[in-house]
């Protein structure tokens, strides 16, 4: 039986290692100190805008990347942060219990990477579980000379 999980294996072009590698280029390139994260993925919504900087071959493999996305949860010693301080990387606490008070906690969305992985649409929330809200949106990031820049955002706000 051809199942979603299936058709997703079957159009996958990223394994879970690279995942983590370019969420943690992303984290560097960008200045996320995400040091505790939540476990469960974001669920993100995908509309026609967002596969736009995605190329026609990659649009079946985003779908089911989107569709599998919540199956999937953070795994332990996988994603880091960099400290520009010590200039170097530290294994991220991951949180299991996400709604817990925290001074600062990062959730992210599964990351939907396009098949030359050099773009990804990922959701990124940093949530200081408190009455002032915190920061987010939805972005689309592109390897360009090495570096992960953002290069459109969605659904982005400040609280």
Not at 52 to 69: A, E, G, H, M
Not at 114 to 127: E, G, R
Not at 132 to 147: P, R, V
Request: proline share 1%; with cysteine.
């Amino acid at each position: 039986m051809f199942t979603i999980v299936s058709a997703y294996h079957f159009y996958e072009h990223v394994s879970n290692e690279a995942r983590y590698e370019i969420i943690n280029e992303i984290g560097k390139d960008n200045g996320f100190y995400w040091n505790k994260i939540c476990i469960y993925y974001d669920e993100i919504e995908i509309f026609e805008d967002n596969c736009s900087s995605f190329p026609f071959v990659d649009k079946i493999s985003v779908y089911c990347q989107k569709l599998i996305q919540k199956i999937n949860s953070l795994e332990d010693n996988k994603i880091k942060y960099y400290s520009r301080k010590t200039k170097s990387f530290h294994k991220a606490e991951i949180i299991k219990n996400c709604h817990q008070a925290y001074d600062m906690i990062y959730r992210i969305s599964y990351p939907i990477v396009s098949a030359d992985k050099k773009t990804v649409l990922i959701k990124i929330t940093q949530d200081c579980n408190c009455m002032l809200g915190g920061q987010g949106g939805t972005y689309i990031f592109k390897k360009i000379k090495g570096t992960w820049k953002v290069v459109d955002s969605y659904n982005s706000w400040i609280g």
